[in-house]
């Protein structure tokens, strides 16, 4: 039985295909996919991302907490600020990727993704014994409204109460303040997954409805766009952006996805307290700058995530084999047309020695072998 | 709600044909309303060529949209005497209009259909 968001009637009303994800009913599209992308990349787009987790870590104890039970150095996030980090297992192996607001100097809010909610949770709990610090898990009783794209400033600003409509036109990338919408006390934050501008609107589930209707009439002049899953997947996977369990997952560490710079080891003149998966997550550091350096003499099961693009009618999906000179040399793990590049892209772990920008790979597509090319991530990234 | 037009027959892997289903008659084919909605934005479509032999309920090609393959069955047995060049060409036109413009074959039948479904009993299929 999956979980219903509170939202789930307006979403019907709009005419949204729902699909079955991480166990919640939710939009998978609305209208058409492509001009869902189209929307967020050049005016402005809305979400129902109800079914990520929240996780409130708050007490003296925290930050400390938290310093241990993850990869990123929380305690250094200044108070409205938020962080992209990782909850990794003691092999260095990714549980979650997570976003770490910091509220207040003792209190956080842990963002998790649907599908491993209850894992982080649990984690947390445990990790989090020690400290003197409280967890509660607010994933059921949080929405989470994103709305997102160049025009997303003008909607939020536009919907926010008076009084706090310079504190949100303000807002840096990746931090977060309270404001009301709507007579409703909520965090907004300036973050997202789209490789655009964006706010993201935590309000309590059962006024969720109000905050979208809200985002929805004062995003009419901006001719916003209510946007699902398929084109979210699409759009993050332009910016370079990572999915769990496409990308992430138990068996790799964060430095074979390209994303050590999320595990904050310290220095030694400026050293951090032990955290989980420390020793592992250097050793991985280690196995990994090794590769980069000597990919002819890495092992031959070595791998390394790279981005892949192509001209090709068919487009790489998760799974599908990646080739060189016949021999598989790795695996795609996402994969779609590009709207915004007018190509195919994709994402995969391949060897070392494929790693190259340029380096022509063929993936191997229903039985047909389609050229691709190694390529820098992001595939995408806004006008500047 | 997807439409599903009287005057065709269907399958239930979602594709309609057109026509008179007799041995020596030129069909069209295409899909359903119901299967370019669950599709999304389709991307490309891989056809069998003109002169290609088809048979019923068996794979004849592929629909890529933009997160999902499917597989294009074919409703008939018979010969491809025609590929629409325009929906490979621009296969929104399947989304668009999937009983008109969005045909994707004709085949001359070469046997009798069998399982063919009326409007009616494919629209249950679908509700």
Not at chain 1, 30 to 46: I, K, M, P, Q
Not at chain 1, 173 to 193: E, F, K, N, Q, W
């Amino acid at each position: 039985m999956p979980l219903h968001s509170a939202l789930e009637s307006r979403h019907l009303a709009l005419g949204a295909t729902m699909i079955d994800f991480a166990g919640w009913s939710l939009p998978v599209r609305y209208s058409s996919d492509l001009a869902e992308h189209r929307a967020v990349r050049t005016g402005v787009g809305v979400f129902d991302l109800s079914h990520m987790g929240e996780i409130e870590v708050s007490g003296p104890g925290a930050p400390d907490a938290l310093d241990y039970a993850l990869v990123g150095w929380i305690s250094r996030i200044a108070v409205g600020g938020a962080k992209y980090t990782m909850i990794c297992t003691e092999d260095g192996g990714v549980v979650d990727d997570l976003v770490v607001y910091r509220i207040e100097e003792t209190r956080f809010m842990v963002v998790a993704n649907a599908g491993n909610h209850s894992v982080v949770v649990e984690a947390l709990r445990d990790r989090c014994e020690g400290f003197p610090c409280e967890i509660v898990d607010e994933s059921q009783a949080t929405a989470l409204v994103a709305v997102q794209g160049p025009a997303s400033p003008t909607v939020a600003t536009r919907i926010v109460d008076q009084g706090d409509r310079s504190t949100v036109a303000g807002l840096p990338y990746y931090s977060c303040a309270p404001a009301t919408v709507t007579g409703i006390r909520m965090l907004v934050a300036r973050t997202g997954y789209t490789g655009e501008d964006g706010f993201e609107f935590f309000c309590p589930s059962d006024r969720a409805g109000e905050l979208w209707d809200r985002v929805v009439d004062g995003g009419k002049e901006s001719s916003i766009v209510p946007c699902g899953l398929a084109s979210r997947d699409v759009l993050r996977l332009e910016a370079g952006m990572p999915l769990y369990g496409h990308e992430l997952g138990l068996d790799r560490s964060p430095f074979d996805a390209g994303l050590g710079r999320v595990v904050q080891f310290g220095t030694d003149a400026d050293p951090r307290a032990d955290f989980v998966g420390n020793r592992a997550l250097r050793d991985a550091a280690r196995r990994v700058a090794g590769f980069r350096e000597n990919p002819r003499s890495s092992p031959d099961d070595a791998r390394l995530l790279v981005g892949l693009v192509g001209n090709g009618r068919r487009s790489a999906r998760a799974g599908y084999s990646v080739l060189a000179a016949g021999v598989a040399i790795g695996e795609v793990t996402s994969g779609a047309p590009s709207p915004s590049l007018e190509c195919q892209i994709a994402m995969a772990y391949v060897h070392p020695r494929y790693t190259a920008a340029g380096t022509e790979v063929e993936v191997e597509i229903r039985g047909r072998h389609e050229g691709m090319a190694v390529s820098a991530l992001p595939f995408y990234s806004q006008a500047k | 709600m997807a439409s599903v037009p009287d005057g065709l027959q269907y399958t239930d892997e979602h594709e309609w044909v057109s026509g008179d289903v007799d041995t020596g008659a030129i069909v069209s084919i295409g899909i359903t309303e119901y299967a370019a909605a669950a599709l999304g934005d389709v991307v490309f479509i891989d056809a069998p060529s003109v002169g290609d032999t088809v048979a019923a309920g068996r794979v004849c090609g592929e629909l890529e949209s933009t997160k999902a393959v499917s597989e294009l069955y074919s409703p008939v047995t018979g010969k491809v005497t025609e590929v629409n060049q325009a929906v490979l060409d621009s296969p929104e036109l399947l989304n668009r209009d999937a009983y008109g413009e969005g045909w994707i074959l004709k085949i001359e039948v070469s046997e009798p259909a069998k399982k063919l479904l009326n409007a009616e009993q494919y629209a249950s299929l679908t509700d």
